[in-house]
């Protein structure tokens, strides 16, 4: 079974950077999809962004312009590059892996929690 792995979560001030990780236990090579969704306490997991097997990615309107997700196929790994990270965007982040298409066909990591706060 495919495990993922979070890390790079913590706290950081309003308009600071953080780099999200996530590092599966076997090749992603042909997984459908590498995304990054996030929960907020009280809310609903969310999706951020999604990096797909042919290259094209997807973001939510939310984090446009200042998050951006690289998957590295050779690594096994997705990254979440976050900028000017805002106070709402505090929520535990989580990877998921998608393996086909079909809804349900994933796994998700652990998650990792980024606190955005002065």
């Known amino acids: 079974q495919v495990q993922l792995v979070e890390s790079g979560g913590g706290l950081v001030q309003p308009g600071g950077s953080l780099r999200l990780y996530c590092t599966a236990s076997?090749?992603?090579?042909?997984?459908?999809?590498m995304a990054w969704y996030r929960q907020a306490p009280g809310k609903q997991r969310e999706l951020v962004a999604a990096?797909?097997?042919?290259?094209?990615?997807n973001y939510a309107d939310s984090v446009k312009g200042r998050i951006t997700i690289s998957r590295d196929n050779a690594k096994n790994t997705v990254h979440l590059q976050m900028n000017n990270l805002k106070p709402r965007d505090t929520a535990v982040y989580y990877c998921?892996?998608?393996?086909?298409?079909?809804?349900?066909?994933?796994?998700w990591g652990q998650g990792t929690q980024i606190t955005v706060s002065s």
């Open positions: 998921k892996a998608d393996f086909t298409a079909t809804p349900g066909s994933g796994t």
């Open positions: 076997e090749s992603i090579f042909r997984f459908y999809a």
């Open positions: 990096a797909f097997s042919g290259g094209s990615t």
